[in-house]
């Protein structure tokens, strides 16, 4: 069926460097789309969202990018710290009542 | 503001023993409410989703049931576990317009 997926499972980037963590999507349907943030043993925690009549859009040190054309998402993460080590999920949504998620990309920062 | 209780945080159950989880939201009227499993390094997999009382879906066959007994609790319930049924749970709630807010999740483990 369709389903969001995501080309790197794991991302390793230096600190203070910035993080672009990709995202495919095959539901051309799709006009909602969310980045989340999971740390261990968590919830995962609302990032970003951007809907399909947008093309960018940003927030504090974030950035989501939208190609419909290629059906691609990507998350970019200005000057990664420390504290952004988890797994972000991107997640597509094309009906109101459901929120379909990736597989997910492990962010790693080293000192 | 909207909270998401979601308990217990951690369960181990025999294998064939009954399962119930509980999720209720607060702050909030006719929210989506959603359950989704999490397997260990793995995405998230939506198992249910209520757009109101009395009303589930269900996206997977399994060992598992939904119930919306009120407007703002969603229960997760087994009859007899399975090995297979061990994951990290969660809940989520959406205002119907695509964002979704998780609770911190209930780790369970059926041995």
């Known amino acids: 069926g369709e389903s969001v997926g995501l080309h790197l499972p794991t991302l390793s980037v230096q600190e203070g460097d910035n993080s672009i963590i990709n995202c495919a999507y095959s539901n051309s349907a799709s006009d909602y789309f969310i980045w989340y943030k999971q740390e261990s043993g968590k919830g995962p925690q609302f990032i970003i969202d951007?809907?399909?009549?947008?093309d960018k859009r940003q927030g504090q040190r974030v950035t989501v990018l939208l190609n419909k054309t290629v059906k691609h998402l990507s998350l970019q993460i200005a000057a990664t710290q420390p504290g952004d080590s988890a797994v972000y999920f991107c997640a597509e949504n094309w009906d109101t009542d459901k929120l379909i998620f990736g597989t997910g990309t492990r962010l790693q920062v080293f000192p | 503001s909207q909270t998401i209780h979601q308990w217990p945080a951690t369960l181990v159950q025999p294998v064939g023993s009954p399962l119930s989880l509980e999720c209720t939201v607060e702050g909030t009227s006719n929210p989506n409410l959603y359950w989704y499993r999490q397997a260990a390094g793995r995405g998230l997999q939506l198992l249910f989703y209520s757009v109101g009382i009395g009303q589930i879906s269900s996206e997977v066959p399994q060992n598992l049931s939904a119930s919306r007994p009120q407007d703002r609790q969603f229960i997760l319930s087994s009859k007899k576990l399975l090995l297979s049924d061990s994951g990290f749970y969660l809940c989520a709630w959406s205002d119907g317009v695509g964002k979704a807010f998780f609770g911190q999740g209930t780790r369970l483990t059926v041995v």
């Open positions: 951007i809907r399909s009549n947008m």
